[in-house]
């Protein structure tokens, strides 16, 4: 073979790998129509995803049974001979393993790149990701027992629509009925999150959310407190994740860190009251510092509770 042949056999190759893993990648990704789970970490999402797959599993074999898995070896060791054959083979190749691929029957568990920096997505397929993640998070929280270390909160996808706001209401429309239309009720919230996309303004998409609500059934009513349902919306780039959970308060906002934690005990009546009385001593004893001072600590106070605000909408991804 000539020089000029082996240059151009190379550059074919180098062709048709790159064209190859674009085709991967972006069946990786999260697209409009997959249903799942998001997962969000800190700092570290290869450990997140290894976490993930261990508890997903583990919970999962317990409700529907161990997963039958396929044997795929002979993919890879094809993938590797198609290095050594000529172009045309190698695509015909590729051709006729996504064919059978697509007969195959899919894992149930599949992590694909989320689109936004410490989140993940796993793909679920022949189950319900809504009830999965509830049925882990209140074994957590009864058990109190940890089972991760870098998953922070997971939050189940249940339906997904282009993020602009004419289609978020439109799929909305008919995706909230079996919780919110007549004759079916609630007391609700509505947690909104964006990230990597600046086209959808926060309140104008609660409010129109609510407005649908209200005109599914005028019983349903807004609980920021305490409320039985809570309506996830999650904006990744061009793509709208929804569901809608319950004892979303209770499971710590589906925190798998929070919801392991043991519940603050409530201070009894008389160590309020003694509080109280020390504090009235302290500002009396207080009393005579100079106005200065005292606009000093009121500043300092009211950036405290700024802070404080700013941490717990960090840590919701969200608001109602």
């Not at 050594?84 to 190698?90: F, L, M, Q, S, T």
């Not at 796993?122 to 998070?137: C, F, M, Y």
Request: hydrophobic fraction near 30%; proline fraction near 2%.
């Amino acid at each position: 073979m000539s020089a000029g042949q082996n240059d151009s056999r190379k550059r074919s190759k180098k062709r048709y790998a790159a064209g190859h893993n674009k085709r991967w990648k972006g069946s990786r990704e999260l697209e409009v129509g997959m249903q799942g789970i998001l997962i969000t970490c800190n700092m570290n999402e290869r450990k997140c995803t290894a976490e993930a797959f261990n508890l997903l599993n583990e919970y999962a074999d317990k409700l529907y049974g161990p997963e039958k898995l396929q044997d795929n070896t002979e993919g890879s060791s094809e993938e590797e001979e198609a290095e050594e054959e000529d172009v045309d083979d190698a695509l015909k190749k590729e051709v006729a393993q996504l064919q059978a691929s697509g007969a195959k029957q899919q894992r149930r568990f599949q992590a694909l790149d989320s689109g936004a920096n410490n989140v993940i997505f796993i793909r679920t397929q022949n189950l319900e990701s809504d009830k999965l993640v509830h049925h882990i998070l209140s074994d957590l929280h009864t058990t109190k027992k940890k089972k991760s270390r870098v998953i922070l909160r997971m939050l189940p996808v249940t339906g997904t629509c282009k993020a602009f706001q004419e289609d978020m209401v439109k799929y909305l429309t008919t995706f909230l009925e079996p919780w919110f239309k007549t004759p079916n009720c609630a007391t609700y919230q509505i947690a909104f999150k964006a990230r990597n996309s600046s086209h959808n303004k926060r309140d104008e998409i609660i409010k129109s959310i609510a407005g649908l609500v209200g005109k599914l059934n005028p019983k349903n009513k807004v609980d920021l407190t305490n409320p039985e349902l809570t309506i996830i919306v999650e904006v990744i780039k061009a793509v709208c994740c929804i569901s809608v959970l319950k004892d979303y308060t209770l499971y710590r906002k589906y925190n798998v860190q929070e919801v392991v934690k043991e519940d603050a005990p409530k201070p009894d009546g008389a160590a309020i009251k003694t509080d109280t009385n020390m504090a009235d001593q302290t500002k009396t004893n207080n009393a005579g510092e100079d106005d200065k001072e005292g606009k000093k600590d009121e500043g300092g106070e009211d950036k405290n509770v700024a802070e404080d605000k700013q941490e717990v909408d960090n840590g919701d991804g969200g608001g109602e």
